[in-house]
């Protein structure tokens, strides 16, 4: 058998492939991953220089991790070459300093385990695969669909649960894949739906100590770390990754106050950059005055949705502005009227509440 080394000890053994594959690794995923915007050029093609600029921004400003190739990174909007390539180039600039969580949902079963299986030679720590898109399937489909791929991978497997665009992936679900599937590892739930990730916590911890549980949606990081959440996936921290890094150390920290103020302003720009342009459209233009060299989205934009994202930088702008990390746009910035985010507040004062019951916090 495979030692518990996992990957390490398979490439250098004499073991079936079969046996390796069904080996996990035992460094669970935790922290940040950052899914990054892709940079291109005026043809629209993969800027390799910005992209490898980009990578070097976010690791010098603290993220844990990366997640290429996912939502925020367009992955429908590039070919199955170019996002291997994608994957090659943070790679092969990353050189280990961080783990990487490659996005690696494909088609079908075939071409994800390939995928899989290309990410594992280049050294990335794991895959993450959304629940199959465009055809809806029962939570038998979806366990059908996740076990093919966790039985023939070589790498550890990170389910991806965005109920809005794919099949949802239920808690029994989630827990049936889990006992029985070494190599899934992890789950990122964009859902935001807190009731739902406690119940998956629940009931997947006492079984699988080991298991990842991340966050995809940027308004409930506070709350989903206090749950028990170990990281997240947000788009805000390719962004601003300063903030979200800061807020997860005071989080884990139990600095509550100091980490709902920043809760609160995040949100902010969360909802500004994903609610006033069609997705990622918004994470792109505020990238772009934090001196990124997006380019262009492949999306076609008509005038109306142009003129409205020139719009949108300038409030942006001066959302990043208040933080310090730009200055403000020409005219000024109008004075906030000092609304609190109220439904975070709730939020959090109901975790820290029952936290105090169980003498946890």
């Excluded at 400003?61 to 992955?75: A, D, I, K, Q």
């Excluded at 794991?126 to 366990?143: N, Q, R």
């Excluded at 965005?162 to 859902?191: H, N, W, Y």
């Excluded at 920290?253 to 709902?260: P, S, T, Y």
């Amino acid at each position: 058998m495979c030692g518990p080394a996992g990957r390490e000890s398979c490439d250098n053994s004499n073991e079936p492939i079969d046996i390796c594959r069904a080996m996990p690794s035992t460094t669970p995923l935790r922290g940040i991953f950052t899914p990054n915007i892709v940079p291109l050029d005026n043809r629209g093609e993969i800027n390799e220089l910005e992209l490898r600029k980009y990578v070097d921004w976010l690791i010098e400003r603290g993220v844990h991790g990366l997640y290429p190739n996912g939502s925020t990174g367009e992955f429908t909007r590039f070919t199955a070459e170019e996002r291997r390539r994608i994957i090659e180039i943070i790679a092969d600039q990353t050189r280990g300093r961080v783990p990487i969580l490659a996005g690696a949902a494909e088609a079908n079963t075939r071409e994800t385990i390939s995928a899989c299986e290309h990410y594992h030679d280049l050294g990335v720590r794991a895959v993450a695969i959304v629940s199959p898109f465009y055809y809806k399937l029962s939570p038998a489909g979806v366990y059908a669909y996740f076990k093919e791929i966790a039985d023939n991978s070589p790498i550890d497997v990170t389910l991806y649960n965005i109920p809005m665009f794919a099949s949802p992936i239920d808690v029994p679900t989630v827990q049936r894949l889990a006992e029985e599937c070494p190599r899934v590892a992890a789950i990122k739930d964009s859902s935001g739906d807190l009731p739902h990730m406690m119940r998956m916590i629940d009931a997947v911890r006492p079984v699988r100590p080991d298991f990842g549980f991340l966050t995809g949606w940027d308004a409930a990081l506070m709350p989903m770390l206090l749950l028990g959440c170990d990281g997240g996936t947000n788009a805000t921290s390719g962004v601003v990754p300063e903030i979200t890094r800061k807020l997860y150390d005071l989080t884990l920290a139990m600095k509550i106050d100091e980490a709902r103020d920043l809760q609160y302003r995040l949100l902010k720009l969360f909802d500004a950059m994903i609610y006033s342009a069609e997705f990622p459209e918004g994470f792109r233009a505020a990238l772009r005055l934090r001196g990124i060299e997006t380019g262009i989205g492949r999306q076609p934009q008509s005038l109306v949705q142009q003129q409205e994202l020139t719009k949108l930088s300038d409030q942006l702008q001066c959302l990043l502005a208040a933080e310090g990390f730009t200055g403000e746009p020409i005219g000024g910035c109008p004075v906030g009227d000092g609304a609190d985010a109220e439904q975070v507040s709730r939020i959090v004062e109901t975790v820290v509440s029952e936290l105090k019951k169980r003498g946890m916090a």
